[in-house]
């Protein structure tokens, strides 16, 4: 470290740097490198609280073939988060793109509009979104006083089975259609990827714009051409955030709690959650990469 | 002679119909036509959006009668608060709100605070190790918390960091589950809930900055300190706007600390979750005659909760939308 007599300017200001981020690094190491690895050794054992503290008795894998065969609901529920996120993440990006362009335009209420489609991020609670799922007078209220659909009235049956019978391809028609049934869903989920992406357009120097125009681009041209490489490192960004997004709070997130905190199985929670971990990082590494590679930098 | 010739067929007849014509025609119509069906787009979306609001706010006033008249719909013809006055006394409202402001503007203060000084140091100082311990922090973005959820909460249970409290406690730790504690001890080190992204904004934000700055006020004698909070601050207003807001918002909606961390303090977020029972309780012991409750009516009940949970977060965005979408155009997150 002392090679000759003082650091430099540029190494003493790295002490600080240090400095800076020291209560960021205590926390670190005190709230999160220790118990992830408490948590490896806790799944792979069986935890038991007694008064004194805890008892630890060393159980191999045996919970992690616990989870994976022996378990009622964790594949079940596992393969459909996964099925969830895969449908729902394209959809948002998406549609926070399309909705981030016509946002960038200049008319009248822009601000308002932008406004309401932030709204659902500062409403975003699952608990009330539980409540309204279950919620009787809302349902009363969709179909009218006589109960004579079963389905509420923003769901599409009767036009799916009228393009399915016309001979449209079934899953092509499904996808839509289940697409505009999940509607409120991605709306409710888009609110931060539109934010990027608005600041992301209006990153995109108008130069670029008027150049096309002269040369004579179209507007779908020009969005292909100029638009879409431009923005495409925030399409990964908003890629990365929707999926995180999408695993933080889902069904396979209750199932650990609930295993954990009223079935108090300590250890079998924890080795649900290293699954569920390692799945996510597998997904997100895979995804990242493939995407990144066709990523305009500039 | 060419010129002439191009000169004579550019002649105009005001009724005729030449390719330039048209063009222009076609360029003013799809001008119209997408601004019309752009503004479709943007009221039916709005409408999924506010709908379920409004539903709210017309189920709240609603008379007891109302519920059961076909013919109101959305506008309700006896207004009542006294909705209103029993969620307020079932939920203890005010109280548990005054506790969600305390929780949520606590943790939003701290949090800012820890962000910001980790993101000036991962953003300016040049020192061996600061990309690795970058890359940690988005690794904090991305392992779900459910994998640390147990040691954490056995941790709290019996928090004693390096063996230093058990010596004054005969060998034991401090049980802290149940007190704000947790909280504050995870914002103040910048590790609550998602707090690497807010380092991650705040990096962005002061890498954008040029060196000059630095070195001026390095040349008029400021020490690294004065730099930050004089200078470096100052300056980085939309991204503690940012953070500030973003870190209230999803401390007050989280559901998963406060159940872990604070079971026996009234949030908004946990008294939500409680809220359909509790109502329905206090409808069956006042309904003496009977004992069943009208499930419409503890259906209203539950709406104008929701309602009133929701009211004190609509009025502050009202306040603070505009400079949402500035500060986070001024970030720096993008390009």
């Known amino acids: ?298 | 002679m060419p010129v002439s010739k191009e000169k004579k067929s550019k002649k105009k007849n005001r009724f005729a119909l030449d390719e330039d014509t048209v063009k222009i025609w076609f360029r003013k119509l799809s001008e119209k036509g997408i601004s019309l069906f752009r503004a479709i787009l943007i009221i039916g979306l709005s409408f999924v959006i506010l709908y379920p609001i409004i539903l709210k706010i017309s189920i709240a006033f609603k008379d007891k009668i109302d519920l059961y008249d076909p013919t109101v719909v959305f506008i309700p013809r006896n207004i009542t608060l006294d909705n209103f006055r029993i969620v307020i006394d079932t939920m203890d409202y005010f109280k548990t709100i005054l506790n969600s402001t305390l929780l949520s503007g606590g943790t939003m203060l701290l949090t800012t605070i820890a962000c910001a000084l980790a993101g000036y140091g991962f953003a300016r100082f040049k020192f061996r190790g600061s990309n690795i311990l970058f890359a940690l922090v988005i690794l904090t973005i991305l392992v779900p918390p459910q994998t640390i959820m147990v040691p954490t909460y056995l941790n709290y249970r019996d928090f004693d960091f390096f063996g230093i409290i058990g010596l004054f406690n005969g060998g034991k730790g401090l049980n802290l589950l149940g007190s704000y504690w947790p909280f504050i001890i995870s914002s103040l080190t910048g590790m609550g809930l998602r707090a690497g992204l807010f380092i991650f904004i705040f990096r962005q934000f002061f890498k954008g900055f040029p060196n000059e700055i630095e070195d001026a006020a390095l040349v008029d004698g400021a020490g690294v300190i004065q730099t930050f909070f004089r200078i470096m601050l100052p300056n980085a207003v939309p991204a503690i706007i940012t953070v500030m807001l973003f870190a209230f918002v999803w401390q007050w909606n989280d559901t998963y600390y406060t159940t872990m961390f604070l079971d026996n303090v009234d949030v908004i977020s946990t008294k939500l979750q409680s809220v359909g029972v509790n109502i329905g309780h206090r409808l069956s012991s006042a309904e003496a005659s009977t004992g069943v409750v009208d499930p419409a009516y503890v259906s209203t009940l539950v709406n104008t909760a929701v309602l009133l949970s929701m009211a004190p977060l609509i009025t502050m965005y009202l306040f603070v939308q505009r400079h949402f979408v500035e500060s986070v155009e001024r970030t720096g997150i993008v390009g």
Do not use: C
């Not at chain 1, 503290?53 to 994976?68: K, M, R, T």
């Not at chain 1, 490192?233 to 209750?254: C, K, Q, R, W």
């Open chain 1, 1 to 298: 470290m002392f090679r000759k007599g003082k650091a430099t300017l540029e190494e003493r200001k790295g002490y600080w740097g240090w400095l800076f981020i020291a209560p960021w690094l205590f926390g670190f190491i005190m709230l999160f490198a220790i118990p992830l690895v408490q948590s490896l050794i806790y799944s792979l054992s069986e935890l038991s609280l007694s008064p004194t503290g805890i008892s630890l008795d060393f159980l191999g894998l045996h919970n992690y073939e616990q989870a994976l065969t022996h378990h009622v609901d964790y594949n079940r529920t596992l393969v459909e988060s996964i099925v969830n996120m895969v449908v729902n993440v394209p959809l948002i990006v998406i549609f926070s793109l399309l909705v981030a362009t016509m946002l960038n335009q200049n008319f009248k209420g822009r601000g308002l509009a932008r406004a309401v489609f932030f709204l659902p991020v500062i409403l975003a609670s699952g608990v009330i979104a539980s409540i309204e799922s279950a919620d009787f007078l809302q349902n009363m209220m969709q179909t009218g006083a006589m109960v004579e659909e079963t389905s509420s009235a923003m769901t599409s049956s009767q036009l799916e089975r009228l393009l399915i019978g016309s001979g449209l391809n079934e899953v092509i028609v499904t996808y839509l259609t289940g697409a505009v049934d999940r509607i409120y869903e991605i709306i409710s989920a888009s609110g931060v990827q539109i934010l990027i992406f608005i600041s992301g357009l209006q990153a995109i120097p108008g130069h670029l714009y008027e150049a096309a125009h002269i040369e004579g681009a179209t507007a779908y041209e020009a969005f292909w051409k100029i638009t879409f490489p431009m923005i495409s490192p925030l399409i990964l960004t908003n890629i990365v955030y929707s999926v995180i997004d999408a695993f933080t709070e889902n069904e396979m997130t209750t199932l650990i709690q609930t295993t954990a905190f009223t079935n108090f199985d300590f250890g079998l929670s924890a080795a649900m959650a290293w699954i569920y971990f390692i799945i996510i990082a597998i997904i997100l590494a895979v995804t990242s990469y493939f995407i990144s590679k066709k990523v305009f930098y500039q």
